[in-house]
């Protein structure tokens, strides 16, 4: 409830629709709810085969899924309590693990060892470079974007989008690039005067789930 100038109090409604939006997204995403002619949210039943209750034991044998979904919620309970517990027993013993006091215990994680380059990347770079000598491997990676757009499929950890996708694309490819070769953010960056080295860590950061 707020209240106005007057004295006199009346409902907050941006509070609730607010509340209304947040629902409807999570709803939307575990496909709950659905949108009549939309593709990306549309009735997840229209994602299954046409004939798939007719067939449903060899789709599920194909899948490797049980038909009873009992044994399918006990195997994932087994497996999620066993991950727990590991994580219980093995989170006081990590060196690169610390749990402060601040606000009831942040957990804090030590910087990973920079991890040799693959032995299989240098053949792949000499790879490239004999069949297309001419080409930048970046062009490379640019092209393969461009026909297949695989990088519509990372999607951002916050709440919304500030960016373009068109910038989101440019600085994600220098991204998987600067990490899957090695060079590095700072190294990709500094020949890119448009692209800051905080502007690459800003998308590393925002897309941590899709890059390792």
């Not at 991204?175 to 070769?181: P, V």
């Amino acid at each position: 409830m707020d209240t106005d100038s007057k004295g006199n109090e009346k409902i907050n409604r941006m509070n609730y629709e607010i509340c209304v939006l947040h629902a409807l997204k999570d709803k939307l995403k575990c496909r709950e709810i659905w949108v009549t002619g939309a593709d990306r949210y549309r009735n997840p039943d229209h994602h299954l085969p046409s004939d798939f209750l007719k067939r449903r034991e060899e789709h599920y044998a194909v899948l490797k899924l049980p038909l009873n979904v009992e044994e399918k919620i006990t195997e994932l309970q087994e497996e999620m309590h066993e991950k727990l517990t590991m994580l219980d027993q093995g989170l006081p013993k990590n060196e690169k693990v610390s749990i402060s006091e601040y606000r009831g215990g942040w957990i804090s994680v030590a910087d990973s060892d920079v991890q040799p380059e693959p032995k299989r990347l240098a053949y792949l770079k000499q790879e490239i470079a004999n069949r297309w000598w001419m080409t930048n491997l970046t062009d490379i990676l640019k092209e393969t974007d461009l026909r297949v757009g695989f990088t519509d499929l990372f999607q951002t950890l916050a709440t919304y989008e500030r960016l373009d996708r068109k910038t989101i694309q440019k600085r994600l490819l220098l991204c998987l690039f600067g990490l899957g070769t090695n060079t590095g953010l700072k190294r990709v960056s500094s020949g890119n005067p448009d692209v800051t080295y905080k502007d690459l860590l800003y998308i590393k950061r925002k897309l941590s789930t899709k890059i390792t």
